[in-house]
């Protein structure tokens, strides 16, 4: 279990800080950012409530399942799964009240939720986030699959604060706007350096695009991360819209 936590804490930690809210633009960035992220329905992003989703890793010697409730406008967080001796885990917490939580939640549990939100709302960070410099990298060969797709560039300061300052994401996007795979490169020492990694199993929630099947290595063992459980909740409205 301590390898366990090692891991998903440490090493998939593929994000800086996490941004909740859409901001200014620090510096110009390419139109395709904008059309990747409107493609995955920033534009109804405001409808959403809460977002319900469980996070699976499955890695050589790791098994890793966690269940969130996020509410975006309040900034709530609800989370169960398992502490780092297996323990069953429940806690529902304010980020912006983090400072007087217990050390649990601020050292293992908040990380976790910042990891997983990253790889359910990635297009979204990348276009919230003006500490990134995104660049258009041009058509390119795909990493895993066949043919080649349009590769986005997205590098995070190395003096940026967060929990891995330096991470590049490369997206390598298809002419519909949706990412199909992705490069991980990590900007410190920890483990993995890289992750490789599919964009697939496509459903909609609400209004929201969401990828949620992930298959690749991160460097060079087979790691299969996926979502489960995805489903919305409309403002106005108490129902659960599920992912299909």
């Known amino acids: 279990m301590r390898n366990t936590r090692r891991f998903t804490m440490m090493c998939l930690l593929l994000c800086g800080v996490l941004i909740l809210a859409a901001t200014s633009w620090a510096q110009q960035r390419p139109p395709i950012l904008e059309k990747i992220a409107k493609t995955y329905g ?123 300052p330096g991470d590049t994401w490369e997206l390598y996007v298809g002419p519909d706007n949706r990412v199909k795979e992705f490069i991980y490169h990590r900007g410190g020492p920890k483990k993995p350096s890289a992750v490789v990694a599919t964009w697939a199993g496509y459903k909609k929630a609400g209004p929201l695009l969401i990828s949620t099947d992930h298959h690749g290595t991160a460097d060079g063992k087979p790691l299969h991360l996926f979502l489960s459980d995805v489903s919305v909740k409309l403002t106005g409205s108490d129902t659960w819209v599920d992912a299909k």
Do not use: C
Request: proline share 7%; glycine share 8%; hydrophobic share 35%.
């Open 42 to 164: 920033l534009d109804s992003f405001g409808q959403i409530d809460a977002i319900r989703y469980t996070f699976n890793l499955q890695f050589p010697g790791v098994n890793v399942s966690r269940s969130w409730v996020w509410e975006p406008k309040t900034n709530k967080v609800s989370y169960e799964g398992k502490d780092k001796d297996g323990k069953p885990v429940k806690v529902t917490y304010m980020r912006s009240e983090l400072s007087s939580q217990p050390d649990a939640v601020k050292n293992d549990v908040d990380p976790g939720f910042i990891n997983d939100n990253y790889w359910l709302l990635f297009p979204f960070h990348a276009y919230w986030d003006t500490s990134a410099t995104v660049t258009d990298g041009g058509m390119h060969k795909l990493p895993m699959g066949k043919g080649s797709a349009e590769r986005v560039v997205v590098k995070y300061p190395s003096e940026a604060g967060g929990y891995t």
